[in-house]
């Protein structure tokens, strides 16, 4: 069965620092996708990054950029510079290149402290 | 463009009444899907759907019914509401019909079965 964990379930940051998260998955693909999302306060579930597995280079978007392990499956999230408004629970999530199911981790809260 | 929008924000039922949680969406999405949010649970996902008139189970199916008869609309019914199907219920949709690209979420609905 495919499975994504998140072994970090709360953490916290100064404001200005960097902060890491931790994802790890299970599968016997090889063709995959990988994504982090981010649910504030306000429940609205956003996505933050992508990750193509074929893809060696690491996906980036401004202060936020994963560090893709496909040999040891593990996918975490760094944060850059962390802003207040990056208080939110991080998911880590899987779909398989034929399944069309995306697969969730538990989830980690994230606070930024001013 | 309004993206996803679902109905009601909230919502109370007794056990055993029977209600539709309403999803659309204006983007021309052929992928939509449900999932449940539960504390400690993160996201499962209930039914998807790669386009009208194509539905599949996801991880969680038992005591709720979808149908596409359209590609904006995806409704999720609950059949005989059970306590257990308290949670906060969030649709979403995206423009591969694998599911491999980002997921847009409607803002959720947060039901209480008494």
């Known amino acids: 069965a495919q499975t994504v964990t998140q072994s970090q379930p709360e953490m916290s940051v100064q404001e200005a620092e960097t902060v890491t998260l931790s994802c790890t998955y299970d599968t016997s693909e090889s063709n995959y996708y990988l994504f982090w999302y981010k649910q504030p306060p306000s429940r609205q579930m956003i996505l933050v990054i992508r990750q193509e597995a074929y893809k060696q280079q690491n996906a980036t978007e401004n202060r936020f950029s994963v560090n893709f392990q496909k040999a040891a499956k593990s996918f975490s999230l760094k944060i850059s510079d962390s802003q207040l408004g990056d208080t939110a629970m991080y998911f880590c999530a899987f779909i398989s290149g034929d399944n069309r199911k995306l697969i969730w981790g538990l989830g980690t809260s994230l606070a930024v402290n001013p | 463009n309004a993206g996803v929008t679902q109905t009601p924000k909230f919502q109370v039922l007794k056990t055993g009444q029977s209600m539709t949680l309403q999803c659309a969406q204006d983007?021309?999405?052929?992928?939509m899907s449900w999932y449940r949010q539960d504390p400690g649970m993160g996201l499962r996902l209930i039914h998807y759907s790669v386009g009208a008139g194509i539905t599949d189970q996801g991880e969680v199916p038992n005591g709720y019914n979808v149908s596409r008869s359209t590609t904006e609309d995806f409704p999720l019914r609950l059949l005989s509401a059970a306590p257990s199907q308290t949670s906060v219920y969030f649709c979403?949709?995206?423009?591969?019909?694998?599911?491999?690209?980002?997921?847009?979420f409607g803002p959720g609905t947060r039901l209480t079965v008494t």
């Open positions: 983007m021309n999405h052929e992928y």
């Open positions: 979403a949709s995206s423009y591969s019909p694998r599911g491999h690209y980002e997921q847009y």
